[in-house]
């Protein structure tokens, strides 16, 4: 960025939407993981503008993928993707401003059953998208007849890889994982592929202008819908309607309450190698049962 920032941006929007575009102001926004996010007004209305300096390729435009295939698929509040590229060295992707209210007072069953028809939507395969990321990690999405040769193969394994490549995670953990296909055989619901959002967590939820859900930042793949329901529950923050109603409109087997800690060792290993510190803790505590169940 070689000019001061608010030319920097002003020059980056009129790249993007004409040369008539004023930039009024930029507000920096909080809450998000891995880039700088800000408000920008200008004299044509709000966005959302989102870059970062140090992404991998095609970071912003598999966000872009993921938005039009839950746009397409789902009755959630998508924001529209308006242009994302690379200017001066950074990558940015601009977004329609969504303008929150907490106004409604269906919010948490409505979130619940958008979920629920989301998850409806089913594929041939797990995967069946093209490659993405999760946070800033690639997450490779090849195509599996078995939810558990996926889960292990394209979700557990690739982390635990990373991991030990970069000396987070101990050596031995490829052995437990591999392990698991034989302690997890029959474990899983069999049940078709379904869309998920990928990367659920309260974060990446807001409200709209009429204060229903709308979800961002997403990881999309077809997966096991109980992996996104148990991925809700790790970091908390949804209402207990929300489960009440993704369970009437669309039942989860019995027993899922003891299958969410298997399902979220995949956060946490990610976590782990995007964060470190606490989340290895977990890890490690849930790898010590694995070896014990394994008679390691
Ligand atoms: P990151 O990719 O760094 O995790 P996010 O996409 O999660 O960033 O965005 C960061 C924050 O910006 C979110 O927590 C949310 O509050 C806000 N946000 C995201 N998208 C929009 C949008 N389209 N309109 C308004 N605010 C948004």
Redesign the pocket.
Same mark, same amino acid.
């Given at each position: 960025m070689s000019e001061d920032p608010h030319t920097f941006y002003q020059s980056l929007l009129q790249k993007e939407l004409g040369t008539y575009i004023r930039l009024r102001e930029y507000r920096s926004?909080?809450?998000?993981? *891995?880039?700088?996010?800000f408000?920008v007004k200008t004299n044509q209305g709000d966005y959302?503008l989102?870059v970062n300096k140090h992404m991998p390729p095609h970071f912003f435009e598999m966000?872009k993928e993921g938005l039009l295939l839950l746009k397409e698929k789902s009755n959630f509040t998508i924001?529209d993707v308006i242009a994302l590229g690379t200017f001066e060295g950074v990558q940015y992707i601009i977004?329609?401003? *969504?303008?929150?209210r907490r106004t409604s007072t269906n919010y948490w069953e409505s979130l619940g059953s958008k979920l629920a028809e989301l998850h409806q939507n089913s594929h041939e395969t797990f995967g069946g998208v093209r490659d993405n990321y999760i946070?800033e990690l690639p997450q490779s999405n090849r195509s599996k007849e078995k939810w558990l040769d996926f889960f292990i193969e394209e979700r557990l394994l690739p982390q635990v890889h990373l991991g030990v490549q970069n000396g987070v995670i101990p050596q031995k953990y490829i052995e437990s994982t591999n392990a698991l296909r034989q302690l997890l055989k029959d474990y899983f619901p069999e049940e078709k592929p379904s869309l998920l959002h990928g990367d659920l967590w309260s974060?990446?939820t807001?409200y709209d202008v009429e204060g229903q859900p709308?979800i961002?930042?997403p990881a999309v793949y077809y997966g096991h819908r109980e992996a996104e329901l148990a991925f809700t529950t790790l970091f908390g923050g949804f209402d207990k309607l929300f489960f009440e109603v993704y369970n009437e409109v669309f039942p989860w087997e019995k027993g899922i309450e003891e299958r969410l800690e298997v399902y979220n060792i995949y956060p946490l290993l990610v976590h782990t190698n995007l964060f470190g510190g606490g989340y290895l803790e977990q890890v490690n505590e849930i790898y010590k049962r694995i070896d014990h169940a394994l008679g390691y």
């Amino acid at each position: 960025m070689s000019e001061d920032p608010h030319t920097f941006y002003q020059s980056l929007l009129q790249k993007e939407l004409g040369t008539y575009i004023r930039l009024r102001e930029y507000r920096s926004i909080s809450g998000g993981c *891995i880039n700088e996010a800000f408000k920008v007004k200008t004299n044509q209305g709000d966005y959302f503008l989102k870059v970062n300096k140090h992404m991998p390729p095609h970071f912003f435009e598999m966000e872009k993928e993921g938005l039009l295939l839950l746009k397409e698929k789902s009755n959630f509040t998508i924001p529209d993707v308006i242009a994302l590229g690379t200017f001066e060295g950074v990558q940015y992707i601009i977004l329609e401003f *969504i303008e929150g209210r907490r106004t409604s007072t269906n919010y948490w069953e409505s979130l619940g059953s958008k979920l629920a028809e989301l998850h409806q939507n089913s594929h041939e395969t797990f995967g069946g998208v093209r490659d993405n990321y999760i946070g800033e990690l690639p997450q490779s999405n090849r195509s599996k007849e078995k939810w558990l040769d996926f889960f292990i193969e394209e979700r557990l394994l690739p982390q635990v890889h990373l991991g030990v490549q970069n000396g987070v995670i101990p050596q031995k953990y490829i052995e437990s994982t591999n392990a698991l296909r034989q302690l997890l055989k029959d474990y899983f619901p069999e049940e078709k592929p379904s869309l998920l959002h990928g990367d659920l967590w309260s974060g990446n939820t807001m409200y709209d202008v009429e204060g229903q859900p709308c979800i961002i930042d997403p990881a999309v793949y077809y997966g096991h819908r109980e992996a996104e329901l148990a991925f809700t529950t790790l970091f908390g923050g949804f209402d207990k309607l929300f489960f009440e109603v993704y369970n009437e409109v669309f039942p989860w087997e019995k027993g899922i309450e003891e299958r969410l800690e298997v399902y979220n060792i995949y956060p946490l290993l990610v976590h782990t190698n995007l964060f470190g510190g606490g989340y290895l803790e977990q890890v490690n505590e849930i790898y010590k049962r694995i070896d014990h169940a394994l008679g390691y």
